[in-house]
């Protein structure tokens, strides 16, 4: 079975995730750049992934239950519990439980006599210091040859691009340096198509039209003739970086558009703003400047009535040129993803469209609509398996249109 181990570094997120190719998730963790005041400023989001790249890797493995086993000079990350429950399986009652988080699992074994035997920090852990002897014991046995174990990761995937040059460095390096101790295959796959994959794979959609829509993307983006499309885009800056903008304006800091949201429901008069969608693209510079004239004739405006004003404005613009390509290309399902989808109005508006329209709409959980490594493991699977033609370097301006994919 392929087991992937995908990390993400396109901007202020360091993100590794662990994914199996049935698309079942391990883990899913990170660290994210903040700051109280201004955006992301790239070298120093690139420090911090540096420093805690290897932090979020240990956690990575933890949490999943994979262990670092050594076999003469070879290294590898194995499922501890699936193969000590593989083995123990012809001697004792074993029963596998898991705590569920949302895609979270925590695991642990129980043998026939009730003793409980858990992965935590890299160590068998169990209440009987016997039993945890007999296991460390088999288990040393079990890992004489590494090709005996079934769930091991061998495959890992990266983001490489588009993104910041800075960042997207460091997850090159992590991926290279794991994949020749390893000794496993390294590919790097498009983080735009990424954020694709997991909401087709959390959804179950086939073939959806998709809005993605974070910090430096907004796109609407769909598979036509052998390879993702890009069917409307924002003509200047994404929506997440125009909401961290205005952000910066009325202080708010970084991140600014769940702050913009938590105003926006306070939110009861609409003030106009400019529209500005243009065929199937829409365009935020002006818009921007609009609000900036407005706030220096008038700084006692109503917070809470610009930021709902904003919302209904550039959601609105959104939900048109989505709902434009719905129609153009006769698709049955719409996923909104990015960390711009975590915002329920927009939520609620694509909703409506899809009601309207008799098609499915679906999108997924923060920890997956924000940038992360199980959606870049979970596309490594997929491109691996199709043959599909990833990089092995970094391209920080790298398009979807340019990526073959016969099937999806
Ligand atoms: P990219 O994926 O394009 O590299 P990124 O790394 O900046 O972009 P994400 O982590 O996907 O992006 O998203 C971050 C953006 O999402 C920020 O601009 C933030 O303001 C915005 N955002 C997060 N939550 C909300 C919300 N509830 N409403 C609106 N915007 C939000």
């Known amino acids: 079975m392929i087991i992937s181990l995908g990390i993400e570094c396109t901007a202020h997120t360091f993100s590794i995730g662990i994914v199996d190719e049935r698309g079942k998730i391990y883990s899913n963790t990170r660290v994210i750049f903040k700051t109280e005041k201004g955006g992301v400023h790239p070298r120093e989001a690139a420090e911090l992934h540096s420093k805690e790249a290897i932090n979020v890797l240990k956690k990575a493995l933890n949490n999943a239950g994979f262990v670092k086993i050594k076999v003469g000079d070879k290294l590898c990350f194995v499922d501890v519990l699936y193969e000590l429950k593989k083995y123990l399986e012809n001697k004792f009652t074993v029963f596998e439980r898991f705590h569920e988080e949302p895609w979270n699992r925590y695991r642990y074994l129980i043998l026939n006599d009730g003793v409980e035997v858990w992965v935590e920090d890299q160590k068998i852990k169990s209440t009987d210091e016997e039993i945890e002897k007999k296991l460390n014991k ?46 496993i295959k390294i590919i790097g796959v498009n983080h735009l198509i990424a954020h694709i994959e997991i909401v087709k794979l959390y959804n179950n ?19 036509e003739g052998g390879r993702y499309r890009v069917f409307g885009e924002t003509l200047d800056i994404g929506v997440g970086n125009f909401l961290d903008k205005i952000g910066r304006l009325l202080s708010l800091g970084f991140p600014a558009g769940p702050k913009i949201e938590k105003l926006a429901e306070k939110g009861k008069k609409l003030i106009e703003l400019p529209y500005t969608v243009k065929g199937m693209d829409i365009h935020l510079g002006g818009i921007y400047t609009y609000i900036k004239n407005l706030l220096d004739r008038d700084r006692n405006i109503s917070l809470e009535d610009l930021s709902y004003s904003i919302q209904e404005h550039i959601f609105a613009m959104l939900t048109e040129i989505v709902e434009r390509a719905v129609a153009h290309l006769n698709k049955k399902e719409v996923g909104l993803t990015g960390g711009v989808a975590a915002n329920r109005r927009l939520q609620s508006m694509l909703k409506s469209m899809c009601e309207e329209r008799k098609i499915k709409f679906g999108t997924v959980p923060l920890d997956f609509a924000n940038d992360n490594g199980a959606m870049i493991s979970w596309t490594g699977i997929l491109w691996f398996k199709k043959s599909v033609k990833g990089i092995n370097t970094i391209d920080p301006y790298w398009r979807p249109e340019g990526i073959e994919i016969t099937d999806t």
């Open 205 to 223: 959609f086939k073939d959806p039209v998709i809005l993605l829509v974070s910090g430096a993307n907004t796109m609407v983006l769909a598979y």
């Open 138 to 183: 088999i288990f040393n046995r079990i890992k004489r040859d590494l090709n005996n174990f079934e769930r091991k990761i061998n495959l890992i995937s990266y983001s490489a691009g588009p993104g910041l040059y800075p960042t997207l460095v460091q997850g090159a390096f992590l991926a290279k340096e794991l994949s020749n101790t390893l000794n």
